[in-house]
């Protein structure tokens, strides 16, 4: 069964400093990729997709791909309060349109 | 203006009885969807949707029947509820063959006692 695997579980950053996820997948057909963020009560947002190797900013937030390794990862900078959410990786393939979702990352930014 | 609106927000129910959860899109997209949240489980996908017509189904129990009415609705009925199915319910929606990131409601939260 194809998987993305999501890491760390959770994470506590100091405000302003970087908080980075990662996300590795089970099968190298994964070829589109998003990152998603949820704060509590509401439904998930989409943050980024990034679909070529290397890496993608906007603003404060920085993905990074590679297919060859299966890995993709997400990067914030100067950590905001308002950053503290649950993070989301999702990735599809170019055969279906299935989206497969990581388990997701709780992140606390500490003021 | 919430473009993606789920209804109702909080649903209460008795096990064994039967709900409908409310989903409509104005975001002119051409497939909608089903995902469940839990302790147990972050986010599981249940069903798609595109153009009114079943895409993909993920869900063991023929129990949760999603309904298209018109091509911008989905609504999820579910019955003979269980104690497990308590969980908050998301709609979402996407345009395949464009950016394809998935919008979503604000969820459904559903209980059974």
């Known amino acids: 069964q194809q998987k993305v695997q999501q890491s760390p579980e959770s994470l506590s950053v100091p405000e302003g400093g970087m908080a980075s996820f990662n996300c590795t997948s089970s099968?190298?057909?994964?070829?589109y990729f998003w990152w998603y963020r949820q704060h509590s009560g509401e439904g998930p947002k989409a943050l980024m997709?990034?679909?070529s190797d290397g890496d993608k900013k906007e603003g404060r937030f920085t993905a990074h791909l590679n297919k060859a390794s299966l890995h993709v990862s997400l990067h914030i900078r100067d950590s905001q309060p308002s950053d503290s959410a649950l993070y989301f990786c999702?990735?599809?393939?170019?055969?279906?349109?299935?989206?497969?979702w990581g388990s997701g990352t709780k992140l606390i930014i500490k003021p | 203006d919430p473009k993606i609106i789920q209804k109702p927000k909080y649903l209460v129910a008795v096990t064994g009885s039967e709900k409908i959860l409310i989903c409509e899109q104005y975001?002119?997209?051409?497939?909608m969807y089903w995902y469940r949240q839990s302790a147990k489980k972050p986010l599981e996908f249940m069903f798609s949707?595109?153009?009114?017509?079943?895409?993909d189904n993920q869900t063991a129990s023929s129990r949760f029947q999603p309904q298209s009415s018109k091509k911008n609705h989905l609504d999820l009925q579910i019955t003979a509820l269980k104690p497990d199915d308590s969980a908050t319910y998301f709609c979402?929606?996407?345009?395949?063959?464009?950016?394809?990131?998935?919008?979503f409601g604000s969820g459904t939260r559903l209980t059974v006692l």
């Open positions: 975001l002119g997209h051409n497939a």
């Open positions: 979402a929606s996407s345009q395949l063959g464009g950016s394809e990131t998935l919008y």
């Open positions: 099968d190298r057909n994964f070829q």
């Open positions: 997709s990034i679909f």
């Open positions: 949707y595109s153009y009114q017509k079943l895409m």
């Open positions: 999702a990735a599809r393939m170019d055969s279906n349109y299935q989206l497969i």
